[in-house]
Nanobody, 120 residues
Framework: QVQLVESGGGLVQAGGSLRLSCVAS????????MGWFRQAPGAERESAAAISWTGDSTYYADSVKGRFTISRDNAKNTVYLQMNSLKPEDTAVYYC?????????????WGQGTQVTVSS
């Protein structure tokens, strides 16, 4: 079992930055690929970014590419999402996810979510 706890969400003006953190507890963090998903009101949950268990491979949705950076610190059991140049359309609940294996295919565990609101 893996527990994921996100933090770092909040209200920010367009063009601003936020850094989300997700701390994992339970089984070996380094054996999981990690990802950040987001869900806006009335929309389906979508993948924003993902990182392999070693951190040497990353994925970004086209909508966040060049603005968001995902990283992980296996010594701290933590994955981060640095979000720059935020836009109102980035407003969503952001969920941390963990998947068994080297790459994120389908999450096995979810965090509770953290709200990100970007004002225009």
């Amino acid at each position: 079992q893996v527990q994921l706890v996100e933090s770092g969400g909040g209200l920010v003006q367009a063009g601003g930055s936020l850094r989300l953190s997700c701390v994992a507890s339970g089984r070996s963090f380094s054996s999981f690929s990690m990802g950040w998903f987001r869900q806006a009101p009335g929309a389906e949950r979508e993948s924003a970014a993902a990182i392999s268990w070693t951190g040497d491979s990353t994925y970004y949705a086209d909508s966040v590419k060049g603005r968001f950076t995902i990283s992980r610190d296996n010594a701290k059991n933590t994955v981060y999402l640095q979000m720059n140049s935020l836009k109102p359309e980035d407003t969503a609940v952001y969920y941390c996810a963990a998947a068994r294996g080297s790459v994120m295919i389908r999450p096995d565990y979810w965090g509770q979510g953290t709200q990100v609101t970007v004002s225009s």
